[in-house]
Every structure is written in structure tokens, then in C-alpha cells.
């Protein structure tokens, strides 16, 4: 009963279009104010402690990053150097948007606004030598989902923050820990590489059934000036993952580390921007942080009042008990 | 006028907050492993910045919620305006002026529990554990940001009772990746 009352609040608050946080917050604070006696207080003291935590700050710092990546020139490179690698098998565009969204999008890390990648496969399709629209457009969208997986992912860092604190019980009673962000980071690589070439061949198979026409082989000269191009982002990848497998870096040290490294990238090795460009992004990627951590600062507040209203619980028993 | 001004303070807050904050990461990690380089050492040793993740933190959280505020101007914040956008004007209009009116309120209502918070708190003495700073200091984000945020909601209504308009931010546009000017792949060059 107390679920379908906040959810339905939820959804109905959404719906109206405002914004999701806002909708999460003013939930809480609905149920809170009318139905329970809860001091309200107690919510006020949740959004300030609710990101006071060193680890959610790797989100401000890979989106930084991330941001100096695009607007660097680091991401076209990129995409370049995926293009010349298999850009003339069959469905080779769309292997390289898959390539290039399991690296580039590792890289940035950024989950938000995936409709940014239906351009990545554009300057191939002008060429004449693309593939359908349609199968552009579903290879990209599927593939996008890919940077959730390779790291640094803010969704990772978002889930073990989530749980970190929290005591979970598997079905036999036992104890289960939370993952800390350094071993999602490890246990996503595999998965990610599995999924994405399982996309590639997906994306080979219909390309060479339809028979969609290919692009001319890339000269292994032209693969390897398009590989030396892109190797200051492909770094990254090292740097991040090096850096807090050996232990070198905690992942926020790490996301700080790699906008500095990003910075330097595009302005002084690229440059592809210029220093007056700085300010514009760094105002882009603290808008988007921001806005991102005022969702998880009300996901926080939403969070409580499923614990204090023992949500959780009630739905195992519902479903253990419609089973 | 004083709009304008309160629009670029809001804007450079956020932007120095957030290279501030990479910048003292950067310098914490260097210095970390600078500590151990020996000609490095008689020089790092005299500097003391455990207290980088702190301020870390606060300024972010600072940058959120002013940041926060500033999306609201701009737009950013993520909402499903699907089924909204479905509904005959008129209608829609009262959705979208009660879901601003809804988001002012909250901001109104969680910025005053807020303030309490932190008049509350001025009365205590209470410091923050590394840095030593009054927390009442801290803690006037969440009061500050929280009116900036809500007066940015009013401004939005006012805005768009008066003209229909909504600020937007384009998800599709990526800035960076303009790949009609850029050279043709490797691959595609005939």
C-alpha cells in the first residue's frame, strides 16, 4: 500500500515533466509532510550529506574530463583510428561506431545525452559508402549502452556509492559486501569486450547478408598514423585503469588526475581548442555535474524514505509470497 | 542589470569551483608522490594538505547547488516531457507552469529547512574535521543554492507565462564533435 502511494506520487510528478529530481524530492517530502512523522528536518541534513562523499566526486572529474576529450578533437581521432581499423569489412561503419563507443565512451564515462552518438557515424555516411539509416541509428543506440560497462563508468561509481554502506543478505542469510569502485571497474572490462564484439558481429552478420556496400581497406600506413593520432586517448584508458588497479590512484584521484591529463591533451598537444575555450567548458561540465549530482542527492532522500518506510522488505515478501 | 550580473557571478562561481577543485586533486596526488622523490622531499614536507579531500568535497557540493540553479536557467535538468508534449496546448501550458510552481516549492521549502539547519548550527561552534571551518559555513549551500535555485524556477514561469518559451538544451548537440568540417576518415579517402 505505502509502495503504490510513492510510486504512483513518483510517476504521477514525473509525467508533468518536471524535472526528475524535483519530482523524486518533492515525493519524499509529500509522503514525509502528510502521511508520516518523520521530522522533515531530517531531509534537509540528507541533501548535504547525501553527496558528502569523496567518491561520488569522480563524477564532476570524468565528466570534466570527458568534455576536453570531445572538445579537444580527442574523440574524432578516435573515431578515425576505429574507422581505419575496420572500416572496410562488411557493416564496417557500424563496427566502428561499436569500437568507438566501447572505447570513446569508456573515456568519457558520461551516460548522459547518448543522443550526441546518432552524429558519431555521420562523416562515413556522407561519404556515400554507409550504411541505412535505420541500422545506423539502432547500431549506435545499442552500442552506446556500452560505456556503462568499460570504465570509468559513472553508473559504477554511482552503484557503489549506493550500496556501500549497506547490509544486504544473499538467500542463504549470509552477509554480501558492496563492491568498492575500483573492482566494478575490473569486473566491467570483460563483459564490456564480450558485449561489444558480440555487437560487431551482430552488426557484421546483417551488414555481409544485405550486402551493404564497404569503404576501400585503410593502408597499413594510414591505420598507423591514425593510430598514433589517437594515442594520447587511448592512454587514458591506461592511465584510469593503471592507475587504480596498481593502486597508484583511488578512482576519484584517478578522474582528477585524467581531466587534468584531458586538459593538457586538448589544449597543448591537439590543440583543437584554445585556452580562452576552457571557461565555456568547464561551465558545460559543471552544469551537467551538477545536475547529475542533485538527481543522485534526491535518489539519496528517496532512498531513505524507502529504508524508513521498509519498501525493500515489503516487496520481497510480496514476491516471495506470490511465488 | 542586476540580473546580468547575478547571471555571470552565478557562472564564474561554478566554473572556478570546479577547475579549482581538479587543480587541488592534481596538486594532492603530486604531492603525495613528490613526498617520496629525495630531492623533492625537504621541500614537500613542509606542506600539509591533508585537508584536499575535504575542501574537495565542499567545494563541489557548493558547485552543485549553484550549478544546480544554473541549470535551471539553462535547461539541463533532465524531465520526461513526453506524454506533456502530447497534450493540447492550453493544457499543457497549466502542466507546465504547475510542474515550475512544484520545483519552486520544493527548492523554497528545503532551502528554509535548510536555513534553520544552519542557524541552528552557527549557535554550536561545530568545525569540520580536517580543515577546522565552522560547519554552519558549509552547510549555507544547501539555504543559498536552494533560494538561487528556487528563484531561477519563478524566473523560468515568469518567462514562459509571459512568452511560451522554455529553455531547452539540445541532448543532440555535442559540442567538439562537428564532423562535417572535419578531414574524412583514414579510410573513406578515394
Not at chain 1, 561540465?285 to 529504508?307: D, E, G, Q
Not at chain 2, 524566473?155 to 509571459?162: D, E, G, I, N
Request: net charge neutral; hydrophobic share 55%.
Amino acid at each position: 500500500m505505502t509502495a503504490t502511494i510513492i510510486f504512483g506520487l513518483l510517476i504521477v510528478l514525473m509525467l508533468t515533466g518536471m524535472p526528475v529530481s524535483i519530482a523524486l524530492g518533492l515525493t519524499v517530502l509529500t509522503y514525509l509532510f502528510a502521511l508520516t512523522d518523520v521530522p522533515i528536518e531530517a531531509v534537509a541534513l540528507k541533501l548535504f550529506t547525501g553527496i558528502e562523499n569523496f567518491e561520488i566526486m569522480a563524477i564532476p572529474f570524468f565528466i570534466l574530463a570527458g568534455n576536453f576529450l570531445t572538445h579537444g578533437g580527442v574523440a574524432r581521432r578516435m573515431i578515425a583510428f576505429a574507422t581505419s581499423m575496420v572500416g572496410h569489412w562488411y557493416g564496417g561503419l557500424g563496427l566502428a561506431g561499436v569500437v568507438a563507443c566501447a572505447f570513446f565512451r569508456g573515456d568519457l564515462g558520461l551516460f548522459a545525452g547518448d543522443g550526441g552518438r546518432d552524429r558519431l557515424d555521420r562523416p562515413a555516411g556522407d561519404g556515400g559508402a554507409g550504411l541505412p539509416q535505420a541500422v545506423r541509428c539502432g547500431v549506435i543506440a545499442t552500442s552506446g549502452a556500452l560505456g556503462i560497462l568499460i570504465p570509468p563508468s559513472i553508473v559504477m561509481v554511482i552503484y557503489s556509492v549506493a550500496t556501500g554502506g549497506s547490509i544486504a543478505m544473499d538467500p542463504q542469510g549470509n552477509r554480501v559486501l558492496s563492491a568498492s569502485v575500483g573492482q566494478l571497474f575490473m569486473a566491467g572490462v570483460i563483459p564490456g569486450l564480450m558485449l561489444a564484439s558480440m555487437l560487431g558481429a551482430t552488426t557484421w552478420y546483417r551488414a555481409w547478408k544485405n550486402d551493404y556496400p564497404r569503404m576501400p581497406k585503410a593502408s597499413w600506413a594510414e591505420c598507423f598514423t591514425a593510430f598514433r593520432k589517437s594515442i594520447w586517448g587511448l592512454l587514458l584508458i591506461v592511465i584510469v585503469l593503471g592507475g587504480i588497479y596498481t593502486g597508484a590512484f583511488t578512482p576519484t584521484e584517478a578522474a582528477a588526475m585524467s581531466a587534468v591529463y584531458a586538459f593538457v591533451i586538448a589544449v597543448f598537444v591537439y590543440k583543437d581548442m584554445g585556452l580562452k575555450d576552457v571557461p565555456r567548458v568547464l561551465l558545460g561540465s559543471a552544469s551537467m555535474s551538477a545536475m547529475i549530482l542533485y538527481i543522485v542527492t534526491n535518489a539519496v532522500l528517496f532512498s531513505f524514505l524507502m529504508t524508513s518506510e521498509q519498501i525493500p522488505q515489503q516487496m520481497t515478501a510480496w514476491v516471495t509470497s506470490s511465488a | 542589470m542586476l540580473l546580468r550580473i547575478l547571471d555571470r557571478l552565478e557562472e564564474i562561481i561554478i566554473a572556478s569551483l570546479m577547475a579549482a577543485a581538479t587543480l587541488l586533486i592534481f596538486v594532492a596526488v603530486v604531492h603525495r608522490y613528490g613526498t617520496g622523490v629525495p630531492w623533492l622531499y625537504p621541500y614537500f614536507i613542509q606542506l600539509h594538505i591533508s585537508w584536499a579531500q575535504e575542501l574537495c568535497i565542499y567545494m563541489f557540493v557548493w558547485m552543485a547547488k549553484f550549478g544546480a540553479a544554473y541549470g535551471v536557467r539553462t535547461g539541463i535538468h533532465v524531465g520526461v516531457d513526453v506524454l506533456v508534449n502530447q497534450l493540447k496546448p492550453v493544457l499543457r501550458n497549466k502542466v507546465v507552469l504547475f510542474a515550475l510552481f512544484c520545483g519552486a516549492l520544493f527548492t523554497f521549502v528545503v532551502g528554509t529547512m535548510g536555513l534553520k539547519f544552519v542557524i541552528e548550527l552557527y549557535a554550536t561552534d561545530q568545525v569540520s574535521a580536517d580543515l577546522e571551518a565552522p560547519r554552519w559555513i558549509v552547510f549555507s549551500a544547501v539555504p543559498a543554492g536552494s533560494y538561487l535555485m528556487c528563484f531561477r524556477f519563478l524566473q523560468v514561469a515568469w518567462t514562459f507565462w509571459k512568452t511560451g518559451a522554455l529553455p531547452h538544451h539540445d541532448e543532440s548537440h555535442v559540442e567538439g564533435i562537428e564532423l562535417d568540417t572535419a578531414p574524412p576518415p583514414q579510410g573513406a579517402a578515394r
